[in-house]
């Protein structure tokens, strides 16, 4: 966007100057909100319907950047992600197998999933148990979600104030990101789990 004209450049920016935010990923998301819809109204293509051609189509390219950018950033996991992408990395460099402290839990809880899919056809007082068992095995998923999304937010502050070496942080971010990426694959395949399970019992009921 033109400082002096207000007027959208068709330019390629980064997700942080497209919003006009400061490259760090610690942010506050009222912030992050009130930065996106503010340029959002100033770039949005209605403004500019009588413009030339080149300026509309450059308010087209800076919405859409807008948008890619808030959409990006608003989610910590997406933002850590990108973090790696500008210092020219990706998630699966040096981190292409399960972590050892999840390998465990994910066969365990994929042996859960196969147990009640096998009970369902056998009996509804086996199903109970193991619905039961399983809603604490999403409690519990749940829980080590939160405590990797506390160790996301650590490594984003250790980034901000610079106070560790990068290729130290970025290796630990990477375990952090690969980690909440398999508990949310987990916690997904038990949702879907313990709804198809209440949708076969309100049918036998």
Same mark, same amino acid.
């Given at each position: ?6 007027? #959208?450049?068709? $330019? ?42 080149? $300026? ?37 460099? &040096?981190?292409?197998? $399960? #972590? ?8 365990? $809880? ?91 019992? &309100?049918?036998?009921?």
């Amino acid at each position: 966007m033109c400082r002096d004209c207000g007027a #959208p450049l068709a $330019v390629e920016l980064d997700y942080f100057a497209a919003l006009g935010l400061p490259r760090r990923l610690t942010l506050d998301s009222r912030q992050l909100e009130s930065a996106y819809y503010e340029r959002g109204r100033r770039l949005h293509p209605d403004r500019f319907a009588t413009e030339p051609e080149a $300026v509309r189509d450059a308010s087209l390219m800076s919405t859409a950047l807008l948008t890619r950018s808030y959409r990006t950033l608003r989610d910590p996991v997406n933002r850590g992600r990108y973090w790696l992408e500008l210092r020219g990395e990706k998630l699966s460099d &040096d981190n292409k197998q $399960v #972590p050892a402290e999840l390998a465990e839990l994910v066969f365990e $809880v994929q042996e859960e999933l196969a147990e009640l899919r096998g009970a369902a056809r056998r009996d509804r007082e086996s199903v109970n148990e193991l619905v039961t068992a399983l809603h604490e095995r999403r409690n519990a998923l749940q829980l080590s979600m939160d405590e990797a999304q506390e160790e996301l937010r650590k490594n984003f502050a250790k980034w901000d104030g610079q106070s560790a070496d990068s290729a130290k942080l970025s290796l630990n971010l990477k375990a952090i990101l690969s980690k909440v990426a398999y508990l949310r694959t987990l916690i997904r395949d038990v949702d879907r789990e313990l709804e198809s399970s209440a949708l076969a019992k &309100d049918k036998i009921l």
